[in-house]
């Protein structure tokens, strides 16, 4: 960021270390405990698990005995390395973060994106999504930023990809179509594989209100789309009753470049600037890459754009 | 510019003359005169500003948020694969990416094929889904002088008559992917403005059956 004078700086600084403690003391408040996670990741089991990631946008060191590790890209991979392997039963542990990852830009210059998230590990229910999804809201309801949180829950994409028998390949095309929100292009992938239309040509477009959904998906019936609407009929609600409803949309089709959620997913961005500033979801996969099964829940913001949005139009 | 206008960042040139007259026949536009020098037009009675640039710019205005949409050939989205929607494929400024080169230069060619282009990406995937080894000479223009000076073995360039290609010797060895212009829009806009965003790639498809 650029300021044209050190006051001015000085003053944006001021404003930062505030806002960042209001923010810090209302998780706290509702029960999320400060974290610390580590900065390193191995470079192999990384790209292993989460293969929707572009390898030229990892920073990667090279340790004196050749192996390759990556500056963490994700801060949510580090805390479940770090915690989930001794995880116990009926343990649930809340907790946030304020902590920057890494990302090499196309230019080739390594950008540091500082971020704050959430979560909760050990609470596989809806309330517990719901819980998260409300928490990041009120973060930015609270400084009056005017925001949009779109909402999906990717059992019924997963159940339809699955059902198709694509080949992993023909998948991630897919998930690339589905990320452009391409309609066009997704028909020309369904002509190309063969595939039935009914349910696969509306997948970019299954979106606004839930009943908006409904109306588009009428006479499909199918297990996972029923646990997916039922999942966000309660956020609906939730949504409703706080008298925030025109800041949701829903979309049945919303992919995210990581692999690891499953159920609900989302992503939130501020009037006026471009790219999310919130990303979050259900990564219970996740964990199981960790040979256990533990239930997790979560979120991040890009804090400096969600500050700089607080100067320049919040409250 | 009233807060609520829709902004789209249409590219000036051939392809951006395409755009006016697609936009026009939707009823858009109509007060636009692709032949002044006036960058930025406002249709107030649709609520939305247009704002004429050069084509390599359009995915910059769009991805940092200054145009909520764009209108760009789906060969400058494959270069840059920038993190935008794209909406709709408006139909116009088709073309096809192709590998050319001298006759039969190319199949002779069995180690590292030296391959000039603008479209570096475009390329190297498509040489790579072909396991084949390539060296990339990046062109900014007149990619077709590459061959016939022994710069490169062959080129990769977006082709519509192939005249410009017969007229300098060369031959299309093979074509991938289907280019035409593509409606983009960034995903803030597009949470924001779903609805009128939806309307205006509505209507810019429906002018395109009523011509077809």
Redesign the interface.
Known sequence: MEFDSLQEELAYITRKASVMKEISDAVSHKGFVRYEPGYLEDHDAFLEMNRRIRKETLVRLIEPDGTLSVLRPDITRAIVRRLVPRWEDGLVFRLHYDATMFTRVPSGKTREVRQFGIEILGDGSDAADLEVLMAAADIFARFSL?F?I?IGHNAFLRSVIKGSGLPGDAQRDLYGLLM??????LKIFIRHHGIQESVFGKLTML??TLSDIRGMLEGVSDDALARSMSSLSAIDDAFVKAGLEESV?FDLGLVTRYDHYEGIVF?G????????VLQGGRYDPLTRQFNTDVPAVGCSIDIEQMIREVTRHGA | MARDMLTLAVPKGRLGDAAISRLQASGLATEVDGSSRKLVFEDTKAGIVFLFVKPSDVITY????VADLGIIGKDALVEAEP???????LGFGKCVFAVAGLERHHELSDGTIRVATKYPVAATRHFAKKNRTIEIIKLNGSVELAPLAGLADVIVDIVETGNTLKANGLSVFETFMDISARLIC???????H?TRIRDLEGRLRQSEEDNT
């Open positions: 005017r949009r779109v452009r929100k391409d309609r066009d292009g979106e606004g949309i992503k961005f501020l009037k006026g600037y471009p790219e999310a | 769009v991805t940092n948020g993190d935008v929607y794209e909406l709709s494929d960034n995903p803030s806009s597009y949470a924001f779903r």
